[in-house]
């Protein structure tokens, strides 16, 4: 039963001080949706025996049937708060006992990090889970990075600590020094990526509280804490202090009842000898059904235990008495209540990041002081698939103001600029409905106040992935989330049936709402493309797409990657080519950006937006251009904002202004689809050298400029030695010392080299990193495991692009033989045109 | 995409060939019963016509002058040759016919029987060569099976053979259906205006597309049909494949002799069309380009394609280009996509090569009306989207705005018009929460975006004149011409300037 109503969450909603919104972050198969089990079992939503296997949080059936989370999913939670556990609150930093908790559980396979970034976006804390046996992994590292850089605080929660003591047998003090090590590369991490002097500076330390202990699938786990107060009314000593002495260096002589500082013959770590002995003892009592001393020791730990709990054996007494002892779900919440921040302490520090609009306009102060009367400031993360097909709720948060039934709100895209009078991408509506997500479900409500997470209903038509919502007229945007992976392995979709096509057009753009990081392209030849982030991702969303959003029969292409042309030289000559009427004639030169800039292009920091003098600067300090060219860059491409640049370096021209925007129109379709094979174009700088135009307007329409343009380029890109881009993966792998040789085999077979190779000193256990070509991916986790005997895993996230060896003219070299494989899947002639068709003589 | 050229070269114009078939012209005995002199000069007795217009495709032209000169020979009245149709030779003339007041129309050689406006029409097919028994056996190749459901289209050219041609193949199949053309005298038959009407007791069904008329057993799908089509390949064969997309297609060419399976991908082609549906979504302002001033209700459909652009909350411009060509079209710039207007084997236009796709008004149709719906048809056929016509649905004005995702772009999109934009009379305060931000845009708004805005206007820089009578008439001898200095001639703007001197001086 649901110990909550609607009513008494909407209650609570008003208590700022009460409210935690929360992402459980991890890598792959660290127990997030295990842990999360425990909370809701905590909350009612599910039974407290089913806790830790049912993974409610799943509620996908693909989910359940892989074991691995795929979506987020938000859930409300209440919980009422025993008094000792809030006790080092201050009185005016709580309002109650009852706390809501806005949590949202997150897919660790890297193929959904998109989920990830969304789940953080709405929320204030995380809870980071990690594995005790295998450590801090790669999506650990990820993850925690996304959320830092959201100014996102973390707790850390350190699960399967049964494994380290039934599995690995180790003993009291190497089960510390490798917890310890994992604290302290987690907070190395922290220390990298976050920005102290907003956040403030904070390290994960048990003594403090922020870190606990547990193993999700039992239902058990601890925070220093939770043994100070225990021990603290035993000793008379304060909890406060004895918590400093449980965990690091100092340690206990039994003999003389003394703390000391140093280790020595007959001197314990505090942490060995009042956490992991009774723990150790307990446990292993409780396994080996010595009942005895399981009933002897929970007297002494103050449970009580019920006759028909004493009736279990083995480990279900172990679990039902762990459950009682040290509840997993209570660790979490003390941890998340006590070191996470509400929404009003958090909105403050992290407002500067999220609105794009002045800091000091009427939204941003609203945000800041979390103030419920203020304008209404929601951002939309995702949208979430409702029970009844078709429709999405859009998951949001309600940054500012109070969101009710009936409101009529400026629907605002992530392209929306509130300096345009009109603009395509706002839409005003009125929002007929909302709800509180519960997981698979959702519960009515009337209104939100800020602080909290909603599921907005019926505007779902107006937002495409994400976007912002307000009240306020001269409201900016929030900023769009930035993600980790990019959308670099595309299929072609086909239906069965010809006349199932608008259906499949449909469902792929409920696809592309359904998924934040999904890519749905219909191309010229009428294919549709789905694009994704891996393989793991393509699958699902294809799986998706079939069975709930077209609901007909699918046809997959082999899955396809994308590639970029790009040049490696600069032209041999200045090219020349004629307009039609050959009344025009352009000269232009192609050659490469220098090292960095097209990343410097995707990341934003060279925008074609900017200020053109900062730009120059930029330009001429960090990549050697000259000051005069630097400042006559026309454009970006494609999309006017791509890794390519059309610089000006004609001298006097005559009319050439005129002709500008056939010019660019020109250059953009070029970079969009480039002379080797169609593909974008990638780090390549065009000049155009020097023009003769007409004088006479209509002899230089687009008509005649836009191809003279376009064959001008292409003979430039021609000439100056043409070459392909491939994305290539960073691939981590975690693998048996023993078996390396088999993962280097595969990766050398698939023109993978590795970049990093670490040992854990402990363990046999090796993590490798390599950069593996997103080309000879496809199916190189299947081969890894059957090479390897399944005990290699390895994750791949794109990381950046790469030059193909060879020479795109020459088709034995590889680069040429992807040119031909794309020409023609495209359908295009199989053999380049040759550089004649596009030079023209003067 | 291939690199489109989009401009052709000036001497072009001049060195242009025009694709003739068969070069050799009819000999003079034959062009009596190849032209069915006979016949077309009973049909102008009967409907004494004095001025008579002679249309001939390009490859038949050379034929033109005997056949002209044979039945004004035999008639009272005169004969003329029209040239250079303005759209295709399918379509009947009847603008060039009009210029030299004719009354009715003989149109020669392959047509695509679109129901013509104003002037009676004979259509003359003329005999291509055709054996008929080869083609039996290209037949009895492709079916071996006696009980197959065979329906049998033929190009317009084979129309005199089609009779034996009949007889021949219904000893060869059971299932057999042979169609019949939609000639202009038997048009009147009332049950072709609608698609599956019965004639009255009998237990046939009669459907009428592509200018044919199948008759069906009541209650047979024609989908269940092969079809098996003679003639060459080309636009007539590609329109009967996209309209039937749902039957299989054999054919038989009687040119090269050859028969078999057509291999166009329907569904293919189907998604390429689906796509520009997609693109037409997303378009702006939409260009209507008349590609034909025959076929009857052309005027109605660009009205109503108007209407329903309109109410899609987009703007739309029309040309009348003549010709369509790659360069033509490339000189709108502003336009987003365009719409072509003609007959319905013209109007399937592979438009790959062009700066903005070209599609049909069916596509339109389907982009900017949502009360349509979409199960795998194409309408070649413009005048089935007209009121009273089979496949008419009614544009829903409900004023509502509506967005979805255009796959294209990958950005949401609005499809409806803005809602306040229409209501400017109503005595409303127009509360800024309560406005749509109108998206669409206008060509003069594409203008004030772009850099260059055109030759400098100098407005009161330039001393203001009045407005002064030029030169009148054709370019190629301006009304008065002879009095003027000859040097002058040819330019109306130096004419212009002559006639200020002359006032000057007067």
């Known amino acids: ?842 | 995409m291939s690199v489109a050229i989009f401009s052709s070269k000036d001497e072009d114009c001049i060195e242009r060939k025009v694709q003739v078939r068969n070069n050799e012209r009819t000999p003079p005995s034959e062009v009596d019963s190849v032209y069915g002199i006979e016949g077309c000069v009973q049909w102008i007795a009967a409907g004494q016509y004095k001025r008579i217009a002679l249309q001939f495709p390009n490859e038949l032209m050379g034929d033109a002058v005997l056949v002209s000169e044979k039945i004004e020979a035999l008639i009272e009245g005169k004969v003329f040759i029209l040239g250079d149709t303005a759209y295709g030779s399918c379509c009947v003339d009847e603008v060039s016919a009009e210029h030299c007041v004719a009354d009715c129309i003989l149109h020669y050689g392959h047509a695509c029987l679109s129901p013509t406006r104003r002037l009676p029409v004979l259509y003359v097919f003329g005999h291509s060569p055709f054996q008929t028994s080869h083609c039996v056996e290209g037949f009895r190749e492709l079916f071996p099976n006696k009980d197959e459901k065979v329906i049998v289209m033929y190009d317009t050219v084979y129309y005199y053979a089609i009779e034996e041609l009949k007889q021949l193949l219904e000893s060869e199949c059971t299932n057999l259906v042979v169609s019949e053309l939609l000639l202009p005298d038997t048009r009147q038959d009332s049950s072709c205006q609608t698609e599956d009407s019965h004639s009255g007791e009998s237990s046939i069904q009669t459907i009428c597309k592509c200018g044919r008329r199948l008759k069906l057993s009541f209650g047979a799908d024609v989908d269940s049909y092969s079809i098996f089509y003679v003639g060459d390949e080309g636009p007539t064969l590609t329109n009967m494949i996209m309209t039937f997309n749902k039957s299989k297609f054999y054919s038989y060419n009687p040119a090269t002799k050859t028969s078999r399976k057509e291999s166009l991908n329907v569904n293919r082609a189907l998604m390429k069309r689906f796509y520009l549906i997609e693109k037409a979504k997303d378009a702006q302002i939409v260009g209507i380009v008349v590609g034909t001033l025959g076929v009857s209700n052309f005027a109605d459909i660009i009205n109503q394609l108007k209407k329903v652009i309109h109410l899609a909350g987009k703007k739309s411009y029309t040309f009348v280009v003549g010709k369509l060509n790659v360069a033509k079209l490339a000189n709108f710039m502003e336009i987003d996509i365009f719409v072509y207007v003609a007959c319905p084997e013209n109007t399937l236009l592979d438009s790959s090569d062009f700066y903005k796709p070209v599609i049909t008004p069916f596509e339109m149709e389907m982009a900017c009306n949502k009360a349509r719906t979409w199960a795998g048809e194409i309408y070649t056929d413009f005048t089935q989207l007209l009121p009273g016509a089979a496949s008419y649905v009614e544009m829903c004005d409900d004023d509502c705005e509506e967005s979805d995702v255009s796959l294209i772009t990958g950005k949401l999109r609005h499809i409806g018009r803005a809602s306040a934009d229409d209501k400017v009379g109503a005595v409303v305060k127009r509360s800024e929460l309560w406005t749509m931000a109108p998206q669409s845009k206008s060509a003069a708004e594409f203008l004030s975006d772009r850099s260059w805005k055109g030759l400098e206007q100098g407005v009161g820089e330039t001393p203001v004149s009045l407005a002064i009578e030029g030169a009148r008439g054709i370019a190629i001898s301006y009304a008065g011409e002879g009095e003027r200095n000859v040097a002058l001639k040819g330019s109306p703007k130096i004419a212009i300037e002559y006639e200020v001197e002359k006032e000057e001086n007067g």
């Open chain 1, 1 to 842: 039963m649901v110990n909550f109503s609607v009513e008494g969450l909407r209650e609570v909603m008003d208590r700022k001080n009460n409210i935690r919104n929360i992402a459980v972050i991890a890598h792959v198969d660290h127990g997030k949706t295990t842990l999360t089990d425990s909370l809701l079992a905590k909350a009612g939503i599910i039974s407290s025996t089913q806790a830790g296997e049912k993974h409610a949080m799943d509620t996908r059936e693909d989910e359940q049937a892989k074991g691995i989370t795929i979506k987020s999913t938000a859930i409300s939670l209440m919980y009422n708060l025993e008094d000792w556990r809030l006790s080092p609150l201050k009185a005016e930093q709580y309002d109650g006992s009852e706390f809501i908790v806005n949590l949202i559980d997150s897919p660790g396979h890297v193929d959904f990090s998109s989920e990830v970034t969304a789940a953080l976006r709405v929320t204030d804390g995380a809870m980071v889970v990690v594995d005790c046996v295998s450590g801090v992994c790669v999506q650990t590292e990820t993850v925690l990075r996304q959320a830092l850089t959201e100014r996102i605080r973390p707790v850390l929660m350190m699960n399967k600590l049964d494994r380290c003591i039934f599995e690995k047998c180790l003993s009291a003090e190497e089960i510390y020094q490798q917890l310890q090590r994992i604290i302290e590369d987690v907070n190395v991490l922290i220390s990298i990526y976050s920005d102290d002097t907003v956040m403030g500076n904070f390290r994960l330390d048990p003594s403090v509280g922020n870190v606990a202990f547990g193993s999700g699938l039992h239902g058990w786990g601890f925070t220093i804490r939770q043994f100070a107060h225990f021990y603290a009314e035993k000793f008379k000593i304060e909890e406060s202090k004895l918590m400093k002495r449980l965990w690091g260096s100092n340690f206990y002589n039994k003999e003389t009842k003394k703390w000391g500082k140093l280790p020595g013959e007959g001197w314990v770590r505090g942490f060995e000898c009042f956490v992991m002995d009774p723990l150790t003892k307990m446990l292993r009592a409780a396994l080996e059904n010595s009942k005895d001393e399981v009933v002897l020791m929970s007297q002494k730990m103050g449970i009580q235990l019920t006759s028909e709990e004493k009736q279990q054996e083995g480990k279900h007494l172990m679990r039902v008495v762990m459950k009682k002892w040290l509840s997993v779900s209570e660790a979490m919440l003390e941890m998340i209540v006590l070191h996470l921040p509400s929404p009003k302490t958090a909105q403050r520090y992290r407002t500067d990041i999220l609105y794009e609009g002045p800091l000091d306009d009427e939204a941003a102060i609203a945000m800041r002081e979390c103030d419920p009367q203020g304008p209404l400031m929601i951002y939309v993360s995702k949208m979430v698939p409702g029970k009844e097909g078709g429709r999405f709720y859009a998951l949001g948060r309600v940054f500012s103001g109070t969101v009710f039934q009936g409101q009529t709100v400026r629907i605002m895209g992530p392209e929306y600029d509130p300096n345009k009078k009109k603009d395509s991408h706002l839409f005003i509506q009125t929002i007929p409905k909302m709800a509180v997500l519960m997981g698979g479900g959702s519960m009515s409500i009337g209104n939100v106040p800020c602080g909290n997470i909603v599921g907005l209903v019926g505007i779902d038509k107006y937002l495409l992935k994400m976007g912002t919502i307000s009240t306020f007229e001269h409201a900016h945007n929030m900023k769009m989330m930035k993600f980790s992976v990019s959308p670099v392995v595309q299929v072609a979709v086909q239906c069965a049936n010809p006349t199932d096509l608008p259906k499949l057009v449909e469902g792929l753009k409920r696809l592309s709402k359904s998924d934040p990081m999904v890519q749905c392209i219909s191309s010229e030849t009428g294919e549709h493309i789905v694009c994704g982030a891996g393989e793991l991702h393509l699958e699902i969303c294809l799986k998706d797409l079939e069975s709930v959003h077209a609901k007909i029969p699918i046809k997959v292409s082999a899955p396809i990657v994308s590639y970029r042309e790009t040049v490696s030289a600069k032209s041999d000559r200045v090219c020349l080519s004629k307009s039609g009427n050959k009344l025009c004639r352009l000269y232009a030169t192609a050659e490469p950006l220098p090292d960095g800039l097209p990343e410097e292009i995707d990341e934003g920091i060279v925008t074609a937006t900017q200020d053109f003098k900062e730009r120059s600067r930029h330009l001429v300090e960090n990549f050697s251009f000259d000051s005069t060219s630097s400042r006559k860059i026309w454009c970006f491409g494609p999309h006017n904002s791509g890794p390519n640049l059309l610089v000006d370096s004609s001298k006097s021209v005559q009319n050439l202004h005129d002709i500008r925007d056939t010019i660019v129109a020109g250059f953009q379709w070029v970079t969009q689809e480039g002379v080797l094979c169609e593909e974008n174009i990638r780090g390549v700088r065009f000049d155009l050298q020097d023009a003769h135009i007409h004088p006479d307007p209509s002899h230089r329409r687009g008509a005649q400029i836009i191809p003279a343009m376009r064959r001008v380029l292409f003979s430039s890109m021609m000439t100056a030695r043409p070459g392909m881009m491939e994305p290539v993966y960073l691939v981590e792998i975690q693998c048996p010392d023993s078996i390396l040789g088999g993962v280097f085999n595969v990766l050398s077979r698939r023109r993978g080299h590795v970049v990093e190779e670490s040992h854990d000193q402990n363990t046999p256990m090796c993590q490798i990193k390599a950069f593996l070509p997103v080309r000879e991916s496809f199916g190189f986790t299947e081969e890894l495991r059957s090479q390897t005997g399944g005990k290699a895993f390895p994750q791949c996230v794109f990381d950046h692009w790469q030059v193909v060896p060879g020479e795109a003219l020459d088709v034995t070299s590889l680069a040429g033989s992807i040119v031909t494989e794309i020409r023609e899947r495209k359908g295009l002639p199989a053999n380049l045109p040759a550089l004649e068709a596009y030079l023209d003589k003067l």
